[in-house]
């Protein structure tokens, strides 16, 4: 018995999507993967879901735009959520404005894919915004605890940092140094 040979005899298999390498490489951060990936294929509990299900009365969003809260709002389109992005843009080096969710997905699918410092810098980069800003969001919704922006983006650049930091320093170069620095 095998439990490989089990799992594939009961499960359909899927053609690979093309983000399956932004979420999962060899330097995720398990429980960040896991957010990204329930973000990416839209399964996160997001106000306007909740109101459709009547478990909500009102879909605004938890950071207070006024804007009914959906994932595509929420990652990025959102001022709260954006000027978290538009710094860690910034921190990789990425100068181009802020996309809708699926574009921004697109573009880290076609320009994070592959396991080149930068690469794994922006995809490190995705996954620890989309998840803190979850985690800001509920602790908001559930908990009325607040963080500014700042904050949000010092725990982003800490996790990034803190992974980056475990890399093989072999791969280290006058670039990675450069864009280390920031971070």
């Not at 879909?59 to 207070?64: D, S, V």
């Not at 809708?100 to 980069?125: C, I």
Request: proline residues 4%; positive net charge; charged residues 20%.
């Amino acid at each position: 018995f095998s439990t490989s040979r089990a799992w594939n005899s009961i499960r359909t298999v899927s053609t690979q999507v093309a983000w399956y390498s932004v979420v999962w490489h060899p330097y995720s951060i398990p429980k960040q993967a896991f957010c990204l990936w329930m973000t990416i294929r839209g399964a996160l509990r997001t106000k306007d879901k909740l109101v459709a299900m009547g478990v909500l009365s009102n879909a605004n969003c938890a950071f207070h735009c006024g804007e009914p809260e959906t994932r595509d709002h929420l990652f990025f389109q959102c001022p709260y959520s954006a000027s978290v992005w538009k710094e860690i843009l910034g921190l990789c080096q990425i100068v181009r404005p802020i996309l809708p969710w699926q574009d921004e997905v697109d573009w880290m699918s076609t320009y994070a894919t592959g396991n080149q410092f930068h690469q794994t810098l922006r995809k490190l980069a995705l996954a620890a915004s989309v998840y803190h800003l979850w985690i800001e969001r509920n602790n908001r919704c559930f908990r009325n605890q607040f963080l500014p922006s700042q904050d949000i983006i010092g725990k982003v650049k800490r996790d990034v940092r803190d992974k980056l930091a475990l890399r093989n320093s072999a791969q280290r170069s006058e670039r990675h140094e450069s864009l280390c620095v920031t971070w």
